[in-house]
Antibody
Framework: QGQLVQSGTEVKKPGASVRVSCKAS????????ITWVRQAPGQGLEWMGW????????NYAQKLQGRVTMTTDTSTSTAYMELRSLRSDDTAVYYC????????????WGQGTLVTVSS | SYELTQPPSVSVSPGQTASITCSGD??????ACWYQQKPGQSPLLVMY???KRPSGIPERFSGSNSGNTATLTISGTQAMDEADYYC?????????FGGGTKLTVL
């Protein structure tokens, strides 16, 4: 059974950057992609993008292009998401999830990381 | 840009059948999947490739997708099924979520 464990709560000031980690276990890390999804308080799910762990190829949501970077460290089976130039509307719970199957559904999810952006 | 539309809320009595719809242009030409999210929890995949249930998801959950509408059906709805449900589909390498439907079991 796969498991994804994320880093802890972050509080940042506007204009700062945040990096959230997502450590995978229980499966071969390089055989699946990792996606990132966020959820603002009381709101729905918003897809941020995904990274192919096998070759490092990324695909970001157009809305976040230029502010987000997704990377992986295969030596530690850890994925990272960095978001720059933070604004108050970036306040959200950030989830990582495993991208599985030929139709790329998200079958395992991390527990979520709350990022609060406030002056 | 591509959009998926869900009703904000659906109510069902215990033991009855709940149907949650997800509408998008020619959605039937894509694969849809569904996630369940309970308060304070991470989303859980409950349906993928329109009609497939992941291991551990009860048989009372079923799915369909045709034309412009995908549907998640819960037969014999139980109190534990009360949650938010999100549909999802890929469009030109972009992943789209529906706005979510709050299922109330009362």
């Amino acid at each position: 059974q796969g498991q994804l464990v994320q880093s802890g709560t972050e509080v940042k000031k506007p204009g700062a950057s945040v990096r959230v980690s997502c450590k995978a276990s229980g499966y071969t890390f390089t055989r699946y992609g990792i996606t990132w999804v966020r959820q603002a308080p009381g709101q729905g799910l918003e897809w941020m993008g995904w990274i192919s762990v096998n070759n490092g190829k990324t695909n970001y949501a157009q809305k976040l292009q230029g502010r987000v970077t997704m990377t992986t460290d295969t030596s530690t089976s850890t994925a990272y998401m960095e978001l720059r130039s933070l604004r108050s509307d970036d306040t959200a719970v950030y989830y990582c999830a495993r991208v599985a199957g030929s139709t790329s559904e998200f079958d395992y999810w991390g527990q979520g990381t709350l990022v609060t952006v406030s002056s | 840009s591509y959009e998926l539309t869900q009703p904000p809320s659906v109510s069902v009595s215990p033991g009855q059948t709940a149907s949650i719809t997800c509408s998008g242009d020619k959605l039937g030409d894509k694969y849809a999947c569904w996630y369940q999210q309970k308060p304070g929890q991470s989303p859980l995949l409950v349906m993928y490739q329109d009609v497939k249930r992941p291991s551990g998801i009860p048989e009372r959950f079923s799915g369909s997708n045709s034309g412009n509408t995908a549907t998640l059906t819960i037969s014999g709805t139980q109190a534990m099924d009360e949650a938010d449900y999100y549909c999802q589909a890929w469009d030109s390498s972009t992943m789209i979520f529906g706005g979510g439907t709050k299922l109330t079991v009362l």
